[in-house]
């Protein structure tokens, strides 16, 4: 099988997340709703997990929902806590993942106002753009991604909390590819809520959390009074017991892990720079430790995914396929790029078990592959 390099795409289940989880499948695990022992057992792990959540983000265990991944947190935050018939604006970005950009677009067929903040040419959220869009705007809410998923540029959040009412507005983050990556604290003021999920950080799929202290205007899914009435249906027990362990494990290695991902992101950029006209997107603003978004102007990003993978790497495209059609990043188009080199990016996102030779490996892989075109295409591309 190919060196693992998605990371951000899903990271795979740590061995000790599996270890607690797996006896929540096995065995005969009670509904935590239910009162015997059984129930009361299955009640317990969900609250442990809970708390372990609470932990890592510095928020009281009572703020934590559990949901079925980020996309329905983001679902549930922008459906169920945005405040109905009301003409305050929602304020997001250009550069949000596809969970919070499809769910505006619905509000705004539903008649909310919905603004989108442009981000800069390195990713960032324009901070004097945003201040003139801002400026006399009472949003309701203001929903920002705490790093970008394809670029993994971090938002300046603290500045854009700045620019809005905390008394009037919602300040809420898809932290989904930051939680467990670099630390979050929700007890410092600025961020009301946040979502994640846990796939990313080493737990299982189908499985995440919003976190906010404010109680829904309307259920995204109504049935049992679970999550304190917050979101029906039987809670998935292994799946947030998993979560629990990775949030855990993220709390207690945080600094290891964010010294090892540098240190692969670190290599893997400057033999890039061996490449000649590689680009690094975002390249000289604070990103995640993991991620390098990338492109060579003489190869498709498509191309350059199936000729790494054929050499047993396993990358991510930038562009998405709709309907048989290859189209660029909507986060690179908002940055400005150009479609053609926006068409030609790949992200590489590491992990804690890949090694610096496989590094190293994968930066010869690019370097031969290069080599390997006619000068004229090289020319051609400068
Ligand atoms: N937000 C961001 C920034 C993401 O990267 C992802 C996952 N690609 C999601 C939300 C959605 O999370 P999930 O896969 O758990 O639904």
Do not use: W
Request: glycine share 8%; with cysteine; aromatic share 4%.
């Amino acid at each position: 099988m190919p060196v693992y390099f998605d990371h951000n795409a899903t990271s795979p289940m740590h061995p000790q997340v599996a270890d607690a989880l797996i006896p929540f499948l096995q065995n005969p695990t009670g509904n935590p709703s239910s009162l015997h022992s059984y129930g009361r057992m299955a009640r317990s792990a969900v609250e442990s997990a809970r708390a372990e959540v609470a932990m890592l983000l510095g928020c009281s265990s009572d703020d934590v929902i559990f949901t079925s991944g980020g996309t329905e947190a983001n679902n549930l935050l922008l459906k169920g806590f945005v405040e109905q018939q009301c003409d305050s604006p929602i304020v997001s970005s250009e550069i949000e993942h596809p969970s919070i950009i499809e769910p505006l677009m619905q509000l705004r067929s539903d008649g909310y106002d919905v603004i989108l903040l442009k981000p800069d040419q390195n990713g960032v959220v324009d901070l004097e753009a945003a201040s003139s869009v801002l400026t006399g705007v009472t949003p309701q809410l203001l929903s920002i991604i705490y790093a970008n998923n394809e670029t993994g540029v971090i938002q300046p959040l603290e500045a854009l909390s700045t620019m809005v009412d905390h008394e009037s507005c919602l300040i809420h983050s898809d932290a989904t590819q930051a939680v467990g990556k670099i630390p979050i604290n929700l007890s410092q003021p600025g961020i009301d809520a946040i979502s994640f999920s846990a796939h990313k950080l080493g737990g299982p799929q189908g499985v995440g959390a919003l976190v906010i202290r404010r109680k829904p205007n309307r259920l995204l899914i109504s049935g049992g009074d679970q999550e304190n009435k917050r979101r029906g249906g039987t809670e998935n027990v292994a799946g947030i017991v998993g979560l629990g362990k990775a949030v855990q494990i993220a709390r207690l290695e945080m600094e290891q892990k964010q010294h090892h991902l540098e240190k692969l992101r670190n290599a893997f950029e400057a033999g890039l720079q061996s490449i000649p006209d590689s680009v690094i997107f975002g390249q000289r603003v604070a990103r995640l430790p993991n991620t390098t978004y990338f492109a060579l102007p003489y190869y498709h990003g498509e191309t350059l995914l199936m000729e790494l993978d054929r050499a047993g790497f396993a990358l991510a495209s930038g562009s998405a396929c709709h309907s048989a059609v290859t189209e660029p990043s909507h986060v690179l188009k908002a940055m400005g790029v150009d479609d053609s080199l926006a068409l030609n990016a790949v992200r590489v996102s590491f992990g804690m078990q890949n090694k610096l030779q496989e590094v190293e490996m994968l930066v010869t892989k690019l370097q031969q592959l290069v080599n390997k075109l006619p000068a004229v295409v090289r020319r051609v591309a400068v």
